[in-house]
């Protein structure tokens, strides 16, 4: 990766510009220049997928926070974890834009490039790159609500003023197209060297978007259940993920100089590791059952300040001693000092001993806190879940709602050795512990959306929890109302548009949040968060 990488820096650039004049001569033409004609799409396609699979700081800012899978005493997770915006935490709201849409442009890339030179060979890098690109458009109008999408990626070609469609038009398009990309792909044709996730296997591809149709289908629920149920059954006849081993997983390179190489990676950064944990909600739900993950994914730090600074030393993670840290707590001197809250497992005083935190538990070591672990994007867990909702509501979907999320909270268990294998829980504990905790009669909705919000959360797919979250509303969360904070003491259910759209766009940016409810802030919901 470190080197396909390297070579996109250069090249990726040149295929949007590289046309000299014709009294310019040759002399003037690099010709080792990456063209549109002699640049491999597979190498495009490989950047897209990163710029979509890793989601680093943008995720972990706000949307982890906010679902309250972590919890975090640093001032800039404030936003997240506080609701509280400051002048650095509004830049951060702009990433899933900036990164979603340079990824959708790298993507865009790949598809021109292998159109012009060879349609037919690179008939599935093209399909996969749309696949990508449908993910991407996704994330966007959930986090923003009316996005550009009819006129995105057409700055080349001199409109850089795009109009922003709205959600509902935005999602037609997308499950049209994305049924399109499926039925495209080939097994006969050319091989996708550059495909990350899958190695080119064509057949993943077709479960990977079939699953993704279920998970489009399935946020219309409220909005527009007619529609969500035609797609999410055509998406169960297509053919979704039918095991872990249909994982859609990216791999990361821990060789490639960057923290944020994996999502995870991020929280090599000092300050990010000794403060951040795992939530009081999200550890207090999983010890109310005896799940098996605890252990998986917690661990306790070995104390003193040096020991809960080294990110290389493994914690305890025994079940028993785990202990989440509370949501809207920070190191200052008032009442909001973690070392005043409830159950603070440091000394007395006022909490401004780091070292102390470490008695909270963290994302574990060997599991998470590495370079090159790995991304998990779509599951077959999170597609169980979905087929069990499905099914509670009637549709077909093949089986029931009960043994549909009994498969699902199998594979959520044992899924996670895909992390690493140090997460590996047994097939039989698996096995056992759903058969112990089946889905209950009249408690349907509340338990597969819970369980939902716990695999995104232990795979570190925060994005989708929230989205999840604010489509299902469960699980039910208490939020902080922390001094200062700008939702009114509720948490965000969007991001805030990128400032520069109000000066670069700003007649398409202002008809955009005419269209929101409350305007262009946290608070307000996009098209399908039905209210509750």
Same mark, same amino acid.
């Given at each position: 990766?470190?080197?396909?990488?390297?070579?996109?820096?250069?090249?990726?650039?040149?295929?949007?510009?590289?046309?000299?004049?014709?009294?310019?001569?040759?002399?003037?033409?690099?010709?080792?220049?990456?063209?549109?004609?002699?640049?491999?799409?597979?190498?495009?396609?490989?950047?897209?997928?990163?710029?979509?699979?890793?989601?680093?700081?943008?995720?972990?800012?706000?949307?982890?926070?906010?679902? *309250?899978?972590?919890?975090?005493?640093?001032?800039?997770?404030?936003?997240?974890?506080?609701? +509280?915006?400051?002048?650095?935490?509004?830049?951060? *709201?702009?990433?899933?834009?900036?990164?979603?849409?340079?990824?959708?442009?790298?993507?865009?890339?790949?598809?021109?490039?292998?159109?012009?030179?060879?349609?037919?060979?690179?008939?599935?890098?093209?399909?996969?790159?749309?696949?990508?690109?449908?993910?991407?458009?996704?994330?966007?109008?959930?986090?923003?609500?009316?996005?550009?999408?009819?006129?995105?990626?057409?700055?080349?070609?001199?409109?850089?003023?795009?109009?922003?469609?709205?959600?509902?038009?935005?999602?037609?398009?997308?499950?049209?197209?994305?049924?399109?990309?499926?039925?495209?792909?080939?097994?006969?044709?050319?091989?996708?060297?550059?495909?990350?996730?899958?190695?080119?296997?064509?057949?993943?591809?077709?479960?990977?978007?079939?699953?993704?149709?279920?998970?489009?289908?399935?946020?219309?629920?409220?909005?527009?259940? /007619?529609? /969500?149920?035609?797609?999410?059954?055509?998406?169960?006849?297509?053919? +979704?993920?039918?095991?872990?081993?249909?994982?859609?997983?990216?791999?990361?390179?821990?060789?490639?100089?960057?923290? @944020?190489? /994996?999502?995870?990676?991020?929280?090599?950064?000092?300050?990010?590791?000794?403060?951040?944990?795992?939530?009081?909600?999200? %550890?207090?739900?999983?010890?109310?059952?005896?799940?098996?993950?605890?252990?998986?994914?917690?661990?306790?730090?070995?104390?003193?300040?040096?020991?809960?600074?080294?990110?290389?030393?493994?914690?305890?993670?025994?079940?028993?001693?785990?202990?989440?840290?509370?949501?809207?707590?920070?190191?200052?001197?008032?009442?909001?000092?973690?070392? @005043?809250?409830?159950?603070?497992?440091?000394?007395?005083?006022?909490?401004?001993?780091?070292?102390?935190?470490?008695?909270?538990?963290?994302?574990?070591?060997?599991?998470?806190?590495?370079?090159?672990?790995?991304?998990?994007?779509?599951?077959?867990?999170?597609?169980?879940?979905?087929?069990?909702?499905?099914?509670?509501?009637?549709?077909?979907?093949? /089986?029931?709602?009960?043994?549909?999320?009994?498969?699902?909270?199998?594979?959520?268990?044992?899924?996670?050795?895909?992390?690493?294998?140090?997460?590996?829980?047994?097939?039989?504990?698996?096995?056992?512990?759903?058969?112990?905790?089946?889905?209950?009669?009249?408690?349907?909705?509340?338990?597969?959306?819970?369980?939902?919000?716990?695999?995104?959360?232990?795979?570190?797919?925060?994005?989708?929890?929230?989205?999840?979250?604010?489509?299902?509303?469960?699980?039910?969360?208490?939020?902080?109302?922390?001094?200062?904070?700008?939702?009114?003491?509720? %948490?965000? @259910?969007?991001?805030?548009?990128?400032?520069?759209?109000?000066?670069?766009?700003?007649?398409?940016?202002?008809?955009? +949040?005419?269209?929101?409810?409350?305007?262009?802030?946290?608070?307000?919901?996009?098209?399908?968060?039905?209210?509750?």
């Amino acid at each position: 990766m470190k080197k396909i990488l390297t070579y996109l820096a250069f090249s990726a650039v040149v295929i949007t510009s590289s046309c000299s004049k014709e009294d310019l001569g040759e002399t003037n033409t690099d010709p080792k220049a990456g063209t549109i004609t002699n640049t491999d799409p597979n190498f495009l396609l490989t950047s897209g997928e990163l710029g979509y699979a890793n989601t680093g700081y943008t995720q972990l800012l706000y949307q982890s926070m906010a679902i *309250q899978g972590l919890a975090s005493t640093l001032g800039y997770y404030g936003n997240g974890d506080k609701y +509280v915006n400051t002048s650095g935490t509004i830049g951060y *709201q702009a990433r899933i834009w900036n990164e979603g849409y340079t990824a959708l442009s790298k993507l865009d890339q790949a598809i021109k490039v292998g159109t012009a030179q060879d349609a037919s060979k690179f008939r599935n890098v093209i399909q996969v790159a749309k696949i990508n690109q449908i993910f991407l458009f996704q994330r966007i109008a959930d986090a923003y609500g009316a996005v550009p999408f009819s006129e995105a990626l057409m700055a080349q070609a001199g409109n850089v003023t795009p109009k922003y469609d709205s959600q509902q038009a935005i999602y037609t398009a997308l499950l049209t197209n994305l049924q399109a990309a499926i039925t495209a792909l080939d097994p006969a044709a050319g091989t996708v060297t550059g495909d990350t996730y899958f190695s080119g296997d064509v057949a993943k591809w077709r479960k990977a978007g079939y699953s993704l149709m279920l998970r489009l289908a399935m946020r219309l629920t409220k909005v527009d259940p /007619a529609t /969500a149920k035609t797609w999410a059954e055509r998406a169960y006849t297509g053919g +979704v993920m039918a095991s872990n081993a249909d994982n859609m997983i990216f791999k990361t390179d821990g060789n490639f100089d960057d923290t @944020r190489n /994996a999502s995870t990676g991020a929280l090599l950064v000092t300050d990010d590791f000794q403060q951040v944990r795992w939530s009081q909600t999200f %550890i207090n739900f999983l010890k109310a059952s005896n799940d098996p993950r605890i252990s998986a994914i917690a661990e306790i730090s070995a104390p003193g300040a040096v020991n809960n600074k080294n990110s290389t030393l493994v914690g305890d993670n025994t079940a028993a001693v785990q202990v989440g840290m509370p949501n809207g707590y920070d190191l200052g001197e008032g009442a909001t000092n973690i070392a @005043r809250a409830a159950g603070y497992p440091g000394a007395s005083g006022t909490g401004s001993d780091v070292a102390a935190l470490g008695n909270y538990s963290r994302p574990r070591v060997a599991v998470f806190i590495q370079q090159n672990a790995p991304i998990i994007t779509l599951s077959y867990a999170e597609t169980e879940y979905l087929l069990a909702e499905a099914a509670f509501r009637g549709w077909a979907v093949g /089986a029931n709602a009960a043994t549909h999320y009994a498969s699902a909270l199998t594979a959520s268990l044992t899924g996670l050795a895909q992390i690493n294998t140090a997460a590996t829980i047994a097939d039989g504990t698996a096995a056992a512990f759903a058969a112990a905790h089946p889905l209950v009669a009249g408690q349907e909705l509340k338990m597969i959306n819970e369980q939902y919000w716990a695999n995104e959360n232990a795979t570190f797919s925060f994005i989708e929890s929230w989205s999840n979250w604010r489509r299902s509303g469960f699980p039910v969360l208490t939020p902080v109302n922390y001094t200062g904070n700008v939702t009114n003491g509720t %948490i965000p @259910r969007r991001m805030i548009y990128p400032q520069t759209e109000r000066t670069a766009n700003g007649t398409n940016y202002l008809a955009a +949040v005419a269209t929101l409810t409350g305007g262009d802030f946290l608070t307000s919901r996009v098209w399908w968060d039905v209210a509750n």
